[in-house]
């Protein structure tokens, strides 16, 4: 199992973690099968959005006695009233939940405490200045949170959260069809059949921006819905055409900021083929092919760090590169953590003799030697001393 740091929280997570929902009405043996296969493996981070309580009593006791290999992401603002899941915005509701959900996982403290499923501004400059984004600081300086999340599905919202300075994890949908629609309040417009039926250009420049943003800032990002909820393997794929669960993985676990999946799996086996992604060759996690060929969704023009450039003849790592350049173009200058990283890659942009090589292998038509010269003058125009502000 490869793991990442999760930004500047300094928690090391697993590139494959679980979404919970797979543990939904699973007897105590059940659960504990999961959360064996995740010890065997080294997959250590569990998403819990589901307030329902036996799922939470039985992962409490799957954990006893190796609470300490695994890192919890739960969630504030989710509570369990009249037999069904409620997200909420009552103090009191929000306190007794996780009270409850601290008592039933039999632990003290979990290390992200996500403020649940913001998806509007007026919600998010609510909870900002309010009670709970309050009650959500004081967990955390006591320790019983160890950092604080959010998770939504609106760019523009999640921007905000991220650029506050207020939350050190944010949980987002990503996937190849989801990172081509505009920001909306309505969750469902993502896979909503007539957003797909004229063809979609581009990524959306929020969500580049969004992630560009978090791997700036250290705001680790925990991918949800990397499948789509499943559509993303079928032939009905929004897209026209279907993707691998491993081509999933990959594409989610390449952008900008991104430090685990958590995979949406309600078996054993599936559990298991998102862990083999780990092993995987390359050429089954390749997702280039795959996207340049959709019917219905283009990315011409658009770097998708696939790392079909590579062999470079000078050894530029030519995705690495553009990468950079990309970050510090949003930024209007170059931030400090990539100038590190860009000075620590053994070939620079300079080094380009503009042979072409790289371009005849780009699936997406990106104009790399043109990327490369704007590097090479960007990041030489930073080591003779010019201004990066």
Request: some cysteine; glycine content about 8%.
């Amino acid at each position: 199992m490869n793991y990442r740091i999760l930004g500047r929280t300094g928690i090391r997570v697993s590139e494959i973690g679980l979404g919970c929902e797979g543990l939904i009405d699973k007897s105590y043996a059940e659960v504990k099968a999961f959360v064996d296969l995740m010890e065997e493996s080294g997959s250590n981070v569990i998403d819990l959005y589901s307030p329902n309580p036996e799922l939470r009593s039985n992962l409490g006791r799957a954990l006893q006695g190796r609470r300490e290999h695994f890192i919890l992401q739960a969630h504030l603002c989710t509570i369990w009233k009249d037999g069904q899941y409620k997200r909420t915005r009552d103090l009191a509701e929000v306190k007794e939940g996780f009270t409850d959900q601290l008592k039933r996982l039999g632990t003290s403290f979990v290390e992200i405490g996500m403020l649940h499923y913001v998806d509007s501004l007026s919600d998010w400059n609510r909870m900002q200045s309010g009670d709970i984004m309050r009650y959500a600081l004081s967990l955390k300086a006591s320790k019983t949170i160890k950092s604080i999340g959010l998770s939504s599905h609106n760019p523009e919202v999640a921007a905000a959260a991220v650029n506050s300075g207020l939350i050190d994890v944010l949980m987002f949908s990503i996937n190849p069809c989801y990172d081509l629609q505009p920001a909306s309040e309505d969750v469902e417009a993502l896979w909503a059949e007539k957003n797909y039926e004229t063809p979609l250009i581009n990524m959306d420049p929020q969500r580049q921006a969004l992630y560009e943003d978090c791997q700036r800032l250290g705001v680790g990002i925990t991918v949800m819905k990397a499948f789509g909820g499943g559509d993303l393997l079928h032939a009905y794929s929004p897209a026209g055409k279907s993707l691998t669960q491993f081509q999933c993985l990959h594409y989610a676990l390449t952008r900008p900021g991104v430090v685990s999946v958590m995979s949406g799996a309600r078996t054993l086996d599936e559990l298991r083929d998102s862990i083999a992604y780990e092993t995987a060759p390359e050429s089954e996690k390749d997702y280039a092919a795959a996207l340049a060929s959709f019917p219905k969704i283009s990315w011409k023009g658009h770097c998708m760090y696939c790392g079909h450039c590579a062999p470079c003849p000078k050894g530029i790592d030519v995705a690495s590169v553009t990468k950079f350049l990309n970050l510090s173009q949003a930024q209007g200058g170059i931030p400090e953590t990539v100038r590190e990283h860009y000075a620590a890659l053994p070939h620079h942009a300079d080094e380009c003799i503009r042979c072409g090589a790289c371009e005849k292998r780009c699936p997406f038509d990106v104009p790399i030697i043109e990327n490369m010269s704007h590097a090479a003058a960007l990041f030489s125009e930073e080591k003779q001393g010019g201004n990066t502000q």
